[in-house]
């Protein structure tokens, strides 16, 4: 539905976005990942049309297949397109990571307001106010100042805010972030209910168990470029484990070389110590494997997001997924 399309942007001689191209499609949680400094918000930024890119494309497909390109560059510019990106802006709905509602407002005032800032008319606003707050699980909060709202509303909040106009696409650039857990599966259940309901959302998060539970797929980007894309599935591909025993032994060394004699990769997460198991095995099995050296606990694991995360980030070189029967992970670098 959504095309960006080998979007650049440098501040200044930095280069910021590399040639970043990805799709989304209706109905689809897209988690936009990556380390701090990635790119992930001057691509949001572009998207919504708060900054311009320096080369490439957004294009919109629509139900129709009439597509709608937009060349980022010209999205703020007072002299071309201005007719155009307006209609654009009213596809896409952004709550940021700084909630932008007005403290002193109630909640319907504040929808109102946004969507009289969207083109509604009064009574749509009205309208409109009534039903994103029902569907965020406001509506018993209809009259309550914005800033008297515990952080899980507010966040709520800003997302009834993101929905005012009824966009295709929904950009939460991380939407979780400060909050307790019951506010946190309120949100999540709120994606959910979203995305059943075929509006596509971009989802950027650190919390990777977050994307982990939400996004059909994800896109990993470090310093502007497209590392990897794929769903969960397809991204464990990029680590060469059936499963993970985490090791703690005051015999490290041993264990390695052990573990190489075998043939199980390794890796150190913080201070674990990761054995990238190539087929599932038995505790008993893999206790065996280090018979005589001292094992002071061992526990497997399943590959999770963070370990494919890790992988694709911190890969020094470049990966590649070639045989016939490799995930469909798409390879970018
Ligand atoms: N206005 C600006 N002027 C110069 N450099 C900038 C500007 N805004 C961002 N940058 C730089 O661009 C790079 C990408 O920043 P961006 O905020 O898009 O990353 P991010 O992936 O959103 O990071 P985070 O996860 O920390 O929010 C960073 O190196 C940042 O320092």
Same mark, same amino acid.
């Given at each position: 539905?959504l095309?960006?399309?080998?979007i650049?942007?440098?501040y200044?001689?930095?280069?910021?976005?590399?040639?970043?191209?990805?799709?989304?499609?209706?109905?689809?949680?897209?988690?936009?990942?990556?380390?701090?400094?990635?790119?992930?918000?001057?691509?949001?930024?572009?998207?919504?049309?708060?900054?311009?890119?320096?080369?490439?494309?957004?294009?919109?497909?629509?139900?129709?297949?009439?597509?709608?390109?937009?060349?980022?560059?010209?999205?703020?510019?007072?002299?071309?397109?201005?007719?155009?990106?307006?209609?654009?802006?009213?596809?896409?709905?952004?709550?940021?990571q700084?909630?932008?509602?007005?403290?002193?407002?109630?909640?319907?005032?504040?929808? +109102?307001?946004?969507?009289?800032?969207? &083109?509604?008319?009064? !009574? %749509? $606003?009205?309208?409109? @106010?009534?039903?994103?707050?029902? =569907?965020?699980?406001?509506?018993?909060?209809?009259?309550s +100042?914005?800033?008297?709202?515990?952080? &899980?509303?507010?966040? !709520? %909040? $800003?997302?009834?805010? @993101?929905?005012?106009?009824?966009? =295709?696409?929904?950009?939460?650039?991380?939407?979780?972030?400060?909050?307790?857990?019951e506010?946190?599966?309120?949100?999540?259940? %709120?994606?959910?209910k979203?995305?059943?309901?075929?509006?596509?959302?971009?989802?950027?998060?650190?919390?990777?168990?977050?994307?982990?539970?939400?996004?059909?797929?994800?896109?990993?980007?470090?310093?502007?470029?497209?590392?990897?894309?794929?769903?969960?599935q397809?991204?464990?591909?990029?680590?060469?484990?059936?499963?993970?025993?985490?090791?703690?032994?005051?015999?490290?060394?041993?264990?390695?070389?052990?573990?190489?004699?075998?043939?199980?990769?390794?890796?150190?997460?913080?201070?674990?110590?990761?054995?990238?198991?190539?087929?599932?095995?038995?505790?008993?099995?893999?206790?065996?494997?280090?018979?005589?050296?001292?094992?002071?606990?061992?526990?497997?694991?399943?590959?999770?997001?963070?370990?494919?995360?890790?992988?694709?980030?911190?890969?020094?070189?470049?990966?590649?997924?070639?045989?016939?029967?490799?995930?469909?992970?798409?390879?970018?670098?």
């Amino acid at each position: 539905m959504l095309e960006v399309r080998k979007i650049c942007k440098a501040y200044g001689n930095k280069q910021v976005l590399q040639d970043l191209s990805f799709a989304i499609n209706a109905g689809e949680v897209y988690g936009l990942l990556g380390p701090n400094g990635a790119g992930k918000t001057t691509t949001i930024s572009i998207l919504c049309g708060l900054l311009q890119a320096d080369h490439g494309e957004l294009i919109w497909h629509d139900h129709q297949e009439r597509d709608s390109r937009i060349n980022p560059q010209f999205i703020n510019s007072p002299r071309r397109n201005l007719s155009q990106s307006k209609s654009w802006r009213s596809l896409i709905g952004i709550a940021p990571q700084e909630n932008i509602f007005y403290k002193n407002l109630t909640c319907a005032e504040n929808l +109102i307001f946004f969507g009289k800032l969207y &083109g509604l008319t009064d !009574r %749509l $606003s009205r309208q409109r @106010a009534v039903n994103c707050l029902d =569907l965020v699980g406001l509506s018993d909060r209809i009259d309550s +100042i914005a800033e008297k709202l515990s952080g &899980g509303m507010q966040r !709520r %909040l $800003s997302m009834a805010i @993101a929905l005012v106009h009824q966009p =295709l696409l929904v950009i939460l650039d991380e939407p979780t972030t400060g909050l307790d857990i019951e506010a946190r599966y309120e949100i999540w259940e %709120l994606i959910r209910k979203l995305s059943s309901q075929d509006t596509a959302i971009l989802l950027t998060t650190h919390m990777l168990e977050e994307a982990e539970r939400l996004c059909q797929r994800i896109g990993i980007i470090k310093q502007g470029q497209l590392l990897a894309e794929g769903s969960l599935q397809e991204l464990r591909g990029y680590v060469p484990a059936q499963e993970i025993a985490i090791v703690q032994t005051p015999c490290e060394d041993l264990v390695i070389a052990r573990s190489l004699e075998l043939g199980f990769a390794y890796r150190h997460y913080g201070k674990d110590l990761a054995l990238l198991l190539p087929r599932t095995m038995e505790l008993k099995e893999i206790l065996e494997c280090f018979d005589g050296i001292v094992i002071d606990s061992l526990m497997r694991q399943p590959v999770r997001l963070e370990n494919i995360y890790i992988e694709i980030t911190q890969t020094k070189s470049k990966l590649s997924l070639q045989k016939d029967d490799s995930p469909k992970a798409i390879l970018l670098m």
